[in-house]
């Protein structure tokens, strides 16, 4: 029974999560799905969804799971991907965040969010810049395979976040390590982006932070819309952007 069991586990990384879909095609149907379940040899998550006993599955192993053995596309972003790039300023205090992102016709199950997991999960639904996973990229961390936004894109999810407004500066602070994007690049995904407030705070700071790759963009067929916009409530207005920031933001040298 074990060695059975044992040579399914050979097909997934060490300390995967088991969909009950990928062990009846492995072999394991529900029926032994039970037994093994019974036996000791499977901790059930929820309905369908297993662990090793012995085994205590990060939240990075389990997302890499849902997409490998589901098929899906939970892309690990924002903060989260910079930080494993190495770009981030700052270390993040207590548990690590997990900034995770899908389309909004594949919401995470409600299983994997509020799972006692190792990071604290911050999740949203969004398609503004696509649906394509364009500026993604398949990175292996501790053997398994995760969708990680590349820093061209990953700056991009910083900017759009519900909290974005009162973190410019550290945003900013981020933006200034930023000196090797590929403009090619960063001018698909502004092409695609669908907040115009996105694209102004990026490009606003991307030519005060002075970046060589900045030069190389062709403005005129980036979507900036014509509307005034107020990032922040108070602060100081940049005409060529037509938009209100912070005035830390907009004063920092």
């Known amino acids: 029974m074990a060695t059975k069991i044992q040579q399914i586990l050979e097909r997934a990384p060490h300390g995967s999560v088991l969909f009950g879909s990928w062990l009846s095609s492995q072999g394991l ?15 059930r998550i929820s309905k369908g969804v297993y662990y090793m006993h012995g085994v205590n599955p990060t939240l990075m192993a389990a997302v890499s799971s849902y997409n490998t053995q589901l098929g899906k596309s939970c892309i690990v972003g924002a903060y989260t991907a910079l930080e494993l790039r190495g770009y981030s300023h700052y270390l993040s205090m207590g548990k690590p965040m997990a900034y995770l992102f899908t389309d909004k016709t594949n919401k995470l199950p409600s299983w994997l969010l509020k799972g006692n997991w190792n990071m604290t999960i911050k999740y949203m639904t969004t398609s503004f810049l696509g649906d394509e996973l364009l500026g993604v990229e398949t990175t292996i961390i501790d053997q398994h395979d995760l969708l990680v936004s590349l820093p061209e894109r990953a700056i991009l999810e910083c900017l759009n976040l519900p909290n974005a407004s009162s973190s410019l500066l550290d945003i900013y602070y981020i933006m200034e390590g930023l000196t090797t994007l590929r ?3 960063v001018q698909s995904l502004l092409e695609s982006c669908t907040s115009q407030k996105v694209n102004r705070l990026f490009l606003y700071m991307a030519e005060k932070a002075g970046h060589p790759w900045f030069k190389a ?9 014509t509307s005034r916009f107020m990032i922040t409530s108070t602060g100081k207005y940049i005409n060529k952007y037509n938009m ?10």
């Not at 209100?244 to 040298?253: D, F, H």
Request: glycine share 8%.
């Open 244 to 253: 209100t920031i912070s005035k830390e933001l907009a004063e920092y040298e």
């Open 29 to 43: 149907d529900a029926r032994g799905q039970y037994s093994y379940m019974k036996s000791g040899w499977l901790n």
């Open 217 to 225: 963009l062709k403005l005129d067929n980036i979507n900036l819309g």
């Open 183 to 185: 403009p090619k690049l």
